[in-house]
């Protein structure tokens, strides 16, 4: 029995639908996760064929439950995860179960923030960075660094702009170390970079890059940096466009990557593109659904079908601007009931309408990615249009809180 097993999933988005793409593929899908509620919510995933508990932190275990799949008949043709910290792990674990092409090495150096800063140390499209420890006497440090403010600060496992701060002066500076210093043995300081901020999702296919999408990204701040909307550009001047590539290119040459996914953040600073970050896999959330609306291509079939060795189909069949408008509440309470999205999904141009929590569940204003409360998806021919028409369509979604 043809298999391909994933480590970990969201309840929707790109990891979701990857499982989904598997499926339609002709695999028999398994479902490694750590989330007890995924096995309580059984029936909510068709598409996954077999679902197991697995302490995701305890290799032995997880090798063990492999190991049981063969047993069964099952012929492990992939080990893949679409969910940040678990795609260098599936990757590893791909080399010993079955035939693998990813980049490993360039995998972990993608996954964690300080590797990535370190390789990349004096290329031009990195910006100034610093390394805590909580070794070094806090004070020097700080007189150190100040000459550098603003600075953003991070863990270097942080996804999601969970457990990102930003520091205008000193004082800030103190605080978000001492905070980030309860959880982390080191915290990373990055240079606050003003500009522009574009995503760029990416495949590596045996060493040429292919530029899937380039993303305009909205950010709003609340308490941590939040991105609002994205917007995807068909349409891009080819010069902007070469200078990407170049850049990106250039970056992953750095990390020696042959095959894999990967998506950049970026920003354009002075005329300079600066790397903010990188990750080796699409973006989570709408991403996946972004590109398939706007140019027909279904990103994680295709790098399942790369993964497993075979050409991805990358031809765009469709050219149409698409934007992502992401909802969220403005004070924490239980949610009582949303109204609103049966109306706006017949609204002209609306492609999609997603919203996350459910009844009973506890809402707020987000800290992090995941606490956005949805998203509209509408397309038009012109890049305007579809931003109008999902900002439209989300003012007449209403979400009723019991404040708490």
């Known amino acids: 029995m043809r298999t391909i097993v994933f480590i970990e999933s969201n309840k929707s988005g790109s990891s979701r639908e990857a499982i989904k793409a598997a499926e339609r593929l002709g695999y028999f899908t398994?479902?490694?996760t750590n989330k007890q509620k995924f096995i309580q919510q059984?029936?909510?995933?068709?598409?996954?064929?077999?679902m197991i508990l697995v302490d995701l932190s305890n290799y032995d275990e997880i090798i063990k439950s492999l190991n049981n799949l063969q047993?069964?008949?099952?012929?492990?043709?992939?080990?893949?995860?679409?969910?940040?910290?678990?795609?260098?792990?599936?990757?590893?674990?791909?080399?010993?179960?079955?035939?693998?092409?990813?980049?490993?090495?360039?995998?972990?150096?993608?996954?964690?923030?300080?590797?990535?800063?370190?390789?990349?140390?004096?290329?031009?499209?990195?910006?100034?960075?610093?390394?805590?420890?909580?070794?070094?006497?806090?004070?020097?440090?700080?007189?150190?660094?100040?000459?550098?403010?603003?600075?953003?600060?991070?863990?270097?496992?942080?996804?999601?702009?969970?457990?990102?701060?930003l520091a205008n002066n000193e004082s800030?500076?103190?605080?978000?170390?001492?905070?980030?210093?309860?959880?982390?043995?080191?915290?990373?300081?990055?240079?606050?970079?003003n500009g522009p901020q574009f995503l760029v999702e990416v495949l590596v296919h045996k060493g040429k890059v292919h530029i899937i999408a380039i993303v305009e990204q909205q950010i709003t701040f609340f308490r941590r940096f939040i991105v609002t909307g994205y917007c995807l550009l068909p349409n891009l001047n080819q010069r902007f466009y070469d200078?990407?590539?170049?850049?990106?290119?250039?970056?992953?040459k750095a990390f020696q990557m042959k095959n894999g996914a990967c998506h950049l953040e970026m920003r354009l600073v002075n005329g300079v593109w600066k790397l903010i970050e990188i990750n080796p896999r699409i973006s989570g959330g709408a991403m996946n659904r972004i590109i398939e609306i706007g140019y027909g291509i279904n990103l994680v079939e295709e790098t399942i079908q790369l993964m497993l060795g075979n050409?991805?189909?990358?031809?765009?069949?469709?050219?149409?601007?698409?934007?992502?408008?992401?909802?969220?509440?403005?004070?924490?309470?239980?949610?009582?009931?949303?109204?609103?999205?049966?109306?706006?999904?017949e609204l002209p141009g609306v492609e999609e309408v997603y919203i996350k929590p459910r009844k009973g569940q506890i809402v707020r204003p987000p800290i992090s990615m995941g606490d956005r409360c949805g998203y509209i998806l509408a397309s038009s021919d012109y890049k305007m249009e579809a931003k109008r028409m999902a900002i439209k369509a989300a003012s007449n979604i209403r979400f009723?809180?019991?404040?708490?």
Do not use: W
Request: hydrophobic residues 35%.
């Open 311 to 345: 050409e991805p189909r990358l031809t765009k069949k469709l050219r149409k601007y698409v934007y992502a408008h992401y909802l969220t509440v403005e004070t924490r309470g239980k949610l009582i009931k949303v109204t609103g999205k049966e109306l706006v999904s």
């Open 400 to 404: 009723y809180l019991d404040p708490l």
């Open 243 to 252: 200078s990407i590539y170049e850049t990106v290119s250039s970056i992953l």
């Open 172 to 193: 800030q500076l103190r605080v978000a170390i001492q905070e980030l210093r309860k959880k982390n043995e080191q915290i990373l300081l990055e240079e606050y970079l």
């Open 71 to 165: 047993k069964q008949g099952k012929q492990i043709e992939g080990i893949f995860s679409f969910v940040h910290s678990y795609v260098h792990l599936a990757a590893t674990l791909s080399e010993k179960f079955c035939t693998s092409v990813v980049s490993t090495d360039a995998i972990l150096k993608m996954e964690n923030k300080v590797l990535t800063r370190e390789l990349l140390k004096g290329h031009p499209n990195s910006p100034y960075y610093a390394l805590y420890t909580p070794d070094y006497p806090l004070e020097y440090f700080i007189n150190q660094a100040k000459d550098y403010l603003p600075l953003i600060l991070k863990s270097p496992a942080s996804a999601g702009s969970k457990d990102v701060l």
């Open 30 to 32: 398994v479902l490694f």
């Open 42 to 50: 059984r029936t909510e995933f068709p598409e996954v064929h077999q």
